[in-house]
């Protein structure tokens, strides 16, 4: 008896055979080789059947698909949405407590002077919130779709370059944090076509004790509260509830993708089929 061997494996993979393809067993390695070449020829076939459906059908790649639907759900909810700079100085991520030591400081790209590649969407909306607050009556909810980048260990949850979308809502009163916290989860999760997903309460190094919404575990959200240690950073003195989603997340959810590289952005993959 024997499995698929490791190459053929990689390859299966790459091809979208989920865990149950893979772990299957033969008598002999002539069977097997039959095996995995029929295996291989199905799984190219459809995967030239999802292109050529893409290019007759959506047009759109899931993850931008993805970010049509919660754009539409987050405006009907009443949300404002922002576009900042990719680029942030090495101050703001202070600011957030991230620190050259800290283990998302070692995450960090950095660019040249103090300048890096942003690691997450939070201190840009931190900014824009206490400028609006200055114009906007309250509550008022605004929110950033954008790329994010980590050095993440690279594995079948985290990509260096990820999709964020990261929400918050300013002077919500503080009674009904927890309760609008869920709603505008919902919101999102609904809007993604995600469904068992439970909410779970989790250690960050950012931001202490917070809910994530979690799917067959998978973190796919964390959120945070306000008032907040952080705040005072940035002048901020009002409630607020927080929500940061991974899109390409929200798709291996939705989907039960057997890995996230192939709907994030890509050479090797487009809208989920290997090139
Ligand atoms: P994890 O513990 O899974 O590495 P995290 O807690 O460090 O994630 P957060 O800082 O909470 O991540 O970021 C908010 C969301 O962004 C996460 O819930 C996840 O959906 C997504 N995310 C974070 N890092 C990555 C990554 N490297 N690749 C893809 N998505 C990510
Ligand atoms: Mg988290």
Known sequence: MSGFTPTQRQRLHELGAGAAALDETFADATARDQAFRLLATQLAGAGRAALEALRTGPRV????RLEGSLRAALTQAGLVEVVTPAIVGGEALRKMGVEPGS???TQVFRLDGDRCLRPMLAPNLYTLLRRLARVW?????IYEIGSCFRADTKGSRHLNEFTMLNLVEL???LADRDERLRELAVVVLDAAGVTGYEFVLKHSEVYGDELDVVVAGLEVCSTALGPHA???AWAITDPWVGLGFGLERLLVARDDLAGIERVGRSLSYLDGVRL
């Open 61 to 64: 790649p899931a993850l931008r």
């Open 103 to 105: 283990e998302m400081g």
């Open 137 to 141: 009556k309250q509550p008022f909810a």
């Open 171 to 173: 002077g919500t009163p």
């Open 230 to 232: 952080l705040d005072d």
